[in-house]
């Protein structure tokens, strides 16, 4: 089955602890994106990735680090949480980094809450 | 950067009633897709416009892409239960894709 796969679904971690969300795809995309969801605010681009070793900020890359070492996997770092980072955060992918107008695949949501 | 604007941010109708989410950019926008997030659920990709005064449909569901292609808007006809979620709009702006706010749409039965 085709599918973005997010891990952990839940994180409750403490101010200043590292953490790593993984984020993998098996369709052979491109593109991979990763967006936090806050109430009022949509989905918000954090980074995003073009291919392998390709990485890119999106609107609030702020206290996040990406990695693209492999076509597969995207996974995002916050190297020292705060508690403005306490939010919904979702990975997408789509086929073509460069083809707008195919769709973006979600996967399913990491609800971090940083105290 | 260039922002999608999406309203109303919240909608309640009675189950029977229509409910339209609009999204508005101040530029041109060479696509528009929208997407539906049910409750706890992720964003799924319901369809995508690319012509100016596009009009599609799905069953109930209504999309339009103004002639000036910088609107765009989500009608349902009489909704139904199934219809409750966020609605969220995305058009290219920038470099990437960028998403509108969203519309949460509650249904009363």
């Known amino acids: 089955e085709a599918q973005v796969t997010q891990n952990p679904r839940y994180l409750i971690t403490v101010t200043g602890k590292k953490l790593t969300v993984t984020c993998s795809q098996n369709?052979?995309?491109?593109?991979m994106s990763w967006y936090r969801q806050d109430p009022g605010l949509g989905l918000r681009q954090i980074y995003y990735?073009?291919?392998?070793?390709?990485?890119d900020k999106g609107d609030v890359p702020e206290g996040y680090k990406v990695s693209r070492k492999e076509k597969r996997n995207f996974p995002l770092i916050l190297e020292s949480p705060s508690p403005n980072q306490t939010s919904l955060y979702f990975c997408?992918?789509?086929?073509?980094?460069?083809?707008?107008?195919?769709?973006?695949?979600f996967g399913n949501g990491t609800r971090l809450t940083v105290t | 950067g260039q922002q999608v604007m999406q309203i109303p941010q919240y909608q309640h109708v009675q189950e029977g009633e229509d409910f339209t989410t609009y999204c508005n950019s101040s530029?041109?926008?060479?696509?528009i897709q929208w997407y539906k997030q049910r409750p706890g659920g992720h964003p799924v990709f319901l369809i995508q416009?690319?012509?100016?005064?596009e009009v599609k449909k799905q069953k109930r569901l209504t999309f339009q892409f103004g002639e000036a292609k910088k609107n765009s808007s989500l009608h349902i006809t009489a909704t139904q239960t199934t219809d409750v979620g966020t609605y969220f709009c995305?058009?290219?702006?920038?470099?990437?894709?960028?998403f509108g706010a969203g519309t949460r749409l509650t249904v009363k039965p």
């Open positions: 995305a058009g290219l702006g920038g470099n990437d894709m960028r």
């Open positions: 416009l690319v012509k100016s005064g």
């Open positions: 530029t041109t926008l060479s696509n």
């Open positions: 369709m052979n995309h491109e593109y």
């Open positions: 997408a992918s789509r086929d073509r980094a460069l083809s707008y107008n195919s769709p973006l695949h």
């Open positions: 990735s073009m291919n392998v070793e390709a990485t």
